[in-house]
Structures are given as structure tokens and as C-alpha cells.
């Protein structure tokens, strides 16, 4: 099976971005986690498989008040953000578990595509709250867009980095997740800017993440205001019905952490 | 590619896409990490990569070509058990035996890092290992006597020699 793939191993960023082209037959494995299963049990055999496990993408950089994550970092690194913004070193601790948060890459996450009985993803909910702006390669070549506008047009793109302004204050909150399932059933990211913005998102209610615009401009319960933001499934791991309980609650407890921070 | 696994070096054939515990179990013989799950959720495949923990069936070769590999085998030998090993062994940690690897590497390299005989942090470092006899508590007590330093007189303790053959389920 994987005798017939061609693998492409770049040694640079500039490689990846070359050697993954317009995107086309293009299998793209950053940690592995999720990609190599489908490879072992046989439901995924790719033309061309590019690993990133060497092309420098796994960066963290401060300039000033922006941070910049490459795709390539390893999940368990945004630990080191919690002075930053502390919604996504939480979140990224409550990824999966000690040894795939330090093989699994925040690019992985965030492209991830829903699995076969959940949303995946987790890390698109703190960094959609932060408002990052991702950079990505492809046909028509580089380029830089909100990360909620990359989340609804990603097939086809190389991530190559995320970048946010550091907030005023940030939370996260999150239904445990239940054990050999890696992803949160639900979870809410809540971010103050400097100027007095909130914003707010929520993972596990859609394909991908959301921004919780209406929550967001309500005067009133923003956590029952969330519920017109979101288009509620059943999945495996819980139902419409619980998580349509369960948002506000979420949502409410974002803000009153945000209100402590103030 | 080359793996240096268990202070031996090794010329691999296997494909570049190949995963790690493919290469271990298949090309190499080395039985100790198990294929359970096969996607990362079970804990029963996981080994040493340049000392940190990781999920061999989710690590293509190519990924970690030239890295030092170590394994259940390499941690100590049947006459000179690891202090980990010791410690499986006197708290009974293993009943089948199928998660036992994976659990003894996740603690070997928690203990490295200086991880303290605090359960709860215990139950956090082996959050991805799943032991489908449930024998959690004796798993912890063990992890939790190494980070204690205890030490074991396992001529005591043990009951039979097959006790001490930890990870030999292949």
C-alpha cells in the first residue's frame, strides 16, 4: 500500500510550500495523529504524502504583541502561551493526552476534518475567540485571512502559521471529555481585547468551530443567544438536546470568567 | 533509514510510511510494544523517541528516521529489572499483561521527568494508556512507589519467575 505513495519529506518551509503546490493528490501528515490510522487500516491511500515532520514549521514566536504559531508546533508548546492567552494553553491541555499532545501539530487540529462520529478540532475554538489569522499556501499561492474565513475554505491549502494579538483576558470551558475519545463534546472560548471587545466561540457544534457572533452583540443572556449562532447534531458523543443545554452554561461561565479577569 | 533502537543500530528496509511499531514488531522482531487500537487512542504500542513517549503505530519511519528508540526490552533485562519493572512487579501491576509496556514506558519517562507519587498526576501522565483487565489502581500504586523511591526485595514478593517476565506477551 504505501509502496505506491510518493513521499515528500521537505527540509524548509519554502519546500513544503513548493512540493505541496496547488494541493492536488496531496496528503499532508504533520504529527500523524490522525492521518496514519487512516493509512493502517487501509481507508486512506494516498498519491502523494508530504510529512511534515522536518520542514521548520514548528515555531513559536513573539513580536511585540503578536504571537505567531507554526502549523508544525506540537499541541502540549501552547502550554507555554498561558501568560498570552490563556484560553489556548488551556485548551491545548485538554487535547487528547500526554503523549498525542506532544505528537499531534496545532495544523493538524485545526485541519482537521470531522471524524467519522465527532467534530474535531478543539484548538479552532480558543484561536477563532483570539480572531488569529492564518497563512496559508496553494493554488493562487500564499495567502492571509481570518481563521474563520480559512476554516470554511481549508481543502486545498497548506496551513503555515496562525497569528493573534495578545488579548486583555481570555477563558475557556469544556464538558469533560469522555475517556479513549480525544476530542471535547463541547467546549466555549471567550476573549476581552485591549479596546473592550469580547468575542466568543464554541467547538463540537458544528463541522468546525464557530464564532458566536449573535452571543457576542446580545444585550441580554448571551448564553441563550449562542444558541442562534450554532446549528446543533447528534453525534456519538452526545446529543442536540444536551448540547442546547449545555452552550449557555458554557457560555455563561467564559463570561463570568472574563468578568473576574476585568 | 536507520533506528537506533535499544542502544542497537539498525539499516531498516521497511517503507518510509511504515509505522513505527510495524517496523518494531515486523522488521525487527521487538515484541514488547503491542498493536492494540491502531490509532492512538489505546496506549499499548507506545515506546521511547529520544526519551519522550510516543505512539509508535501513529509514527511513520520516515518521521523519525535516525532517532534512538527505546523499548520495554531496553529498560532493563530479566536478571537486572528496571526500577520500574521492580515496581510492576511487587505491586502486581500487570494481569494480562497487554497494556503493560505501553504503561511501564508512559511511567518510566514520568518518573524521569520528576514526576512526584501524587495520584491525581499519576492518572494525568497515563490519561492515554487503557488497561482492559482495569487493574488502574495497582498500575497507580506502582508508578507512585517509584516516584517514591521505594525500594523491592522482589525474592519476597514475587511468585513465581514468570512474574518478572513483564511485557512478554507478544
Not at chain 1, 485538554?94 to 501539530?105: C, I, K, P, S
Not at chain 1, 450554532?230 to 472574563?258: C, G, H, I, Q
Given at each position: 500500500m504505501t509502496q505506491a505513495t510518493e513521499v515528500l519529506l521537505p527540509a524548509s518551509p519554502d519546500e513544503a510550500s513548493e512540493q505541496f503546490g496547488d494541493g492536488d493528490d496531496v496528503t499532508v501528515i504533520?504529527?500523524?495523529?490522525?492521518?496514519?490510522?487512516?493509512?493502517?487500516?487501509?481507508?486512506?491511500?494516498?498519491?502523494?504524502?508530504?510529512?511534515?515532520?522536518?520542514?521548520?514549521?514548528?515555531?513559536?514566536?513573539?513580536?511585540?504583541?503578536?504571537?505567531?504559531?507554526?502549523?508544525?508546533?506540537?499541541?502540549?508548546?501552547?502550554?507555554?502561551?498561558?501568560?498570552?492567552?490563556?484560553?489556548?494553553?488551556?485548551?491545548?491541555?485538554?487535547?487528547?493526552?500526554?503523549?498525542?499532545?506532544?505528537?499531534?501539530?496545532?495544523?493538524?487540529?485545526?485541519?482537521?476534518?470531522?471524524?467519522?462520529?465527532?467534530?474535531?478540532?478543539?484548538?479552532?475554538g480558543p484561536l477563532l475567540a483570539l480572531d488569529a489569522v492564518a497563512r496559508s499556501t496553494g493554488a493562487g499561492g500564499e495567502r492571509s485571512e481570518p481563521l474563520e474565513d480559512f476554516l470554511a475554505s481549508r481543502d486545498g491549502r497548506l496551513l503555515l502559521d496562525l497569528s493573534f494579538e495578545r488579548p486583555a483576558a481570555s477563558a475557556f470551558a469544556a464538558l469533560r471529555y469522555p475517556h479513549t475519545h480525544a476530542y471535547t463534546v463541547l467546549a466555549v472560548s471567550g476573549v476581552r481585547t485591549t479596546s473592550g471587545e469580547t468575542r466568543l466561540a464554541a467547538t463540537g457544534v458544528a463541522e468546525h468551530g464557530v464564532r458566536l457572533h449573535r452571543?457576542?452583540?446580545?444585550?441580554?443572556?448571551?448564553?441563550?443567544?449562542?444558541?442562534?449562532?450554532?446549528?446543533?447534531?447528534?453525534?456519538?458523543?452526545?446529543?442536540?438536546?444536551?448540547?442546547?443545554?449545555?452552550?449557555?452554561?458554557?457560555?455563561?461561565?467564559?463570561?463570568?470568567?472574563?468578568?473576574?479577569?476585568? | 533509514?536507520?533506528?537506533?533502537?535499544?542502544?542497537?543500530?539498525?539499516?531498516?528496509?521497511?517503507?518510509?510510511?511504515?509505522?513505527?511499531?510495524?517496523?518494531?514488531?515486523?522488521?525487527?522482531?521487538?515484541?514488547?510494544?503491542?498493536?492494540?487500537?491502531?490509532?492512538?487512542?489505546?496506549?499499548?504500542?507506545?515506546?521511547?523517541?529520544?526519551?519522550?513517549?510516543?505512539?509508535a503505530c501513529l509514527t511513520p519511519l520516515a518521521a523519525v528516521d535516525g532517532s534512538e528508540v527505546t523499548t520495554v526490552e531496553g529498560l532493563g533485562s530479566p536478571e537486572e529489572l528496571s526500577a520500574v519493572q521492580q515496581a510492576f512487579t511487587h505491586h502486581y501491576a500487570a494481569q494480562c499483561g497487554f497494556c503493560t509496556s505501553g504503561m511501564m514506558i508512559a511511567a518510566e519517562a514520568y518518573v524521569a521527568r520528576g514526576g512526584t507519587d501524587d495520584h491525581e498526576a499519576i492518572q494525568e501522565a497515563l490519561g492515554g494508556h487503557v488497561c482492559r483487565c482495569t487493574g488502574y489502581v495497582k498500575i497507580i500504586d506502582a508508578v507512585a512507589a517509584v516516584a517514591r523511591g521505594d525500594s523491592f526485595d522482589l525474592t519476597t514478593t514475587a511468585p513465581s519467575a514468570g512474574m518478572t517476565n513483564l511485557g512478554g506477551v507478544s
Open positions: 504533520g504529527g500523524g495523529t490522525i492521518v496514519v490510522p487512516e493509512l493502517t487500516h487501509g481507508r486512506l491511500v494516498p498519491k502523494k504524502a508530504l510529512l511534515l515532520s522536518r520542514a521548520g514549521l514548528d515555531t513559536l514566536a513573539h513580536q511585540g504583541d503578536t504571537v505567531t504559531i507554526g502549523a508544525g508546533l506540537p499541541v502540549h508548546r501552547l502550554a507555554e502561551l498561558a501568560d498570552d492567552a490563556q484560553a489556548l494553553a488551556e485548551c491545548a491541555l485538554n487535547v487528547a493526552d500526554y503523549e498525542v499532545r506532544r505528537q499531534g501539530t496545532v495544523g493538524g487540529n485545526v485541519c482537521a476534518q470531522p471524524g467519522p462520529d465527532a467534530p474535531r478540532g478543539d484548538l479552532q452571543a457576542e452583540g446580545a444585550v441580554d443572556d448571551r448564553g441563550v443567544a449562542a444558541l442562534a449562532d450554532v446549528e446543533l447534531a447528534d453525534d456519538a458523543l452526545a446529543s442536540a438536546w444536551y448540547r442546547e443545554r449545555a452552550l449557555p452554561v458554557l457560555v455563561r461561565r467564559v463570561l463570568a470568567t472574563l468578568e473576574e479577569a476585568a | 533509514m536507520k533506528l537506533t533502537v535499544n542502544g542497537i543500530s539498525h539499516e531498516l528496509t521497511s517503507p518510509p510510511l511504515a509505522t513505527l511499531l510495524d517496523v518494531l514488531r515486523e522488521e525487527l522482531g521487538i515484541t514488547s510494544p503491542k498493536a492494540g487500537c491502531e490509532q492512538g487512542g489505546c496506549g499499548s504500542c507506545t515506546v521511547l523517541v529520544d526519551g519522550e513517549p510516543q505512539r
